[in-house]
């Protein structure tokens, strides 16, 4: 079965830097897109940035210029550089995979989350 796990997460002060990464276990035959996403209590799970296909990266607004996402379909991993944190950016991580699962085709794959506290 194909896992996703995160790590990296943690508390850190604001304007400070954390690296967020995710690698992928099992037979995963190709991957699409992959992208992290963060949700707050109350809150439905946003979009934080995802690289496409074609390779181009799409950030939120919130995180443009902040943020970096990367990655590599060899060694299926995903991971997100965030830099001059903000409180705002407090939030449990989630690493996806628009990817091709061996035994269940095409699935949409969840990481099971990093939480990330940025607090002085």
């Known amino acids: 079965q194909v896992q996703l796990v995160e790590s990296g997460g943690g508390l850190v002060q604001p304007g400070g830097s954390l690296r967020l990464s995710c690698a992928a276990s099992?037979?995963?035959?190709?991957?699409?897109?992959k992208a992290w996403y963060r949700q707050t209590p109350g809150n439905q799970r946003e979009l934080v940035a995802t690289?496409?296909?074609?390779?181009?990266?799409i950030y939120a607004n919130s995180v443009r210029g902040r943020f970096t996402i990367s990655g590599d379909n060899v060694q299926k991993t995903v991971y997100l550089q965030m830099t001059s944190l903000r409180p705002a950016d407090t939030a449990v991580y989630y690493c996806?995979?628009?990817?091709?699962?061996?035994?269940?085709?095409?699935?949409?794959?969840w990481g099971q989350g990093t939480p990330v506290t940025v607090s002085s």
């Open positions: 996806n995979f628009d990817a091709v699962d061996l035994n269940r085709g095409r699935a949409n794959i």
């Open positions: 099992g037979n995963i035959v190709t991957i699409y897109e």
């Open positions: 690289i496409l296909t074609s390779g181009a990266t």
